[in-house]
């Protein structure tokens, strides 16, 4: 189901009043969208289903914020992060999200759920854009992927750290 979308370099956005929310399993298949996660994408629910949610990652995004993610909901901690999606049509559009892990009634982690807002302007134009391409150019300095990434990820951590005690202190200060 996933077509290869080349970016358009649009920016679209959504109602500062919704929340876009999806429930993955633990593979991060897709097993819930909400209306607002089909509208602002461009798929139906019936495409979306089943899928990765990685099919509305934006190529911009660097790797390392990825890891972070997924090294944070895996250890069975919730993480706020800044990300740039991009749409059916090749649109994008930045979230600020929110994702935890979901946990059965043994409280074994089951699956994952985001819920993402509409994001601070100042923090995406003046601070995370930079960073990312930043991020990114990193990244793809290195002919070895896993060397770029690490490279990469030890960045944002010392960016992120730099006069503040943690990640989350610097999310929440943009």
Same mark, same amino acid.
């Given at each position: 189901m996933p077509?290869?979308?080349t970016p358009t370099q649009h920016e679209i956005f959504f109602d &500062?009043? %919704?929340? @876009?929310?999806?429930?993955?399993?633990?593979?991060?298949?897709?097993?819930y969208t909400n209306r607002a996660f089909c509208d602002i994408a461009g798929y139906t629910e019936?495409?979306?289903?089943?899928? &990765?949610? %990685?099919? @509305?990652?934006?190529?911009?995004?660097?790797?390392?914020?990825?890891?972070?993610?997924?090294d944070s909901i895996q250890d069975g901690r919730e993480v706020f992060a800044y990300v740039k999606n991009m749409a059916r049509n090749g649109d994008h559009y930045w979230v600020f999200?929110?994702?935890t892990p979901s946990y059965d009634q043994n409280m074994k982690i089951?699956?994952?759920?985001?819920n993402r807002r509409v994001p601070r302007r100042d923090a995406v134009e003046k601070i995370?854009?930079?960073l990312y391409a930043e991020l990114a150019r990193i990244e793809s300095s290195f002919r070895n992927a896993k060397e770029g990434l690490a490279a990469s990820y030890q960045h944002l951590m010392k960016?992120?750290?730099?006069?503040?005690?943690?990640?989350?202190?610097f999310i929440f200060s943009l």
């Open positions: 077509h290869a979308v &500062p009043d %919704s929340f @876009i929310v999806s429930k993955t399993d633990l593979k991060g298949r897709l097993t019936k495409e979306l289903l089943g899928q &990765p949610h %990685s099919m @509305i990652r934006h190529p911009d995004m660097p790797r390392a914020v990825f890891k972070l993610l997924w999200a929110h994702v089951c699956g994952f759920h985001s995370i854009t930079p960016t992120a750290t730099a006069g503040k005690a943690s990640y989350d202190e």
